[in-house]
């Protein structure tokens, strides 16, 4: 299904994380354009949106009009030019993310 370079160790965890601190029942916007680990996540029952590759430093209209409960962001804030905005822009209960150490 994936080629070698696929992180099937990282996905598998960060599987094993959001299964214990989040429900099948809430939505989740993963901040990010689809990805593997998004479809992982899907196809294991929960239920996730991804924003559409706009430019979440100059455009956070996705985040502020969410009905999502959740908002994961994985290896993503590492990318952006002010983090803290959209942090600042984010209104659900629950906040996972991760950035490389």
Do not use: W
């Amino acid at each position: 299904m994936y080629d070698d370079n696929f992180p099937t160790k990282r996905y598998n965890l960060t599987l094993d994380f959001v299964k214990q601190h989040i429900s099948k029942s809430d939505k989740i916007l993963d901040l990010g354009i689809k990805n593997p680990l998004s479809e992982l996540l899907k196809s294991s029952g929960f239920s996730v949106s991804n924003t559409n590759g706009e430019d979440l430093d100059i455009d956070q209209s996705l985040i502020l009009e969410t009905k999502a409960t959740v908002v994961t962001a994985f290896q993503i804030f590492e990318h952006l030019l002010n983090p803290f905005q959209i942090l600042n822009s984010i209104k659900a209960k629950k906040l996972v993310c991760s950035i490389p150490l």
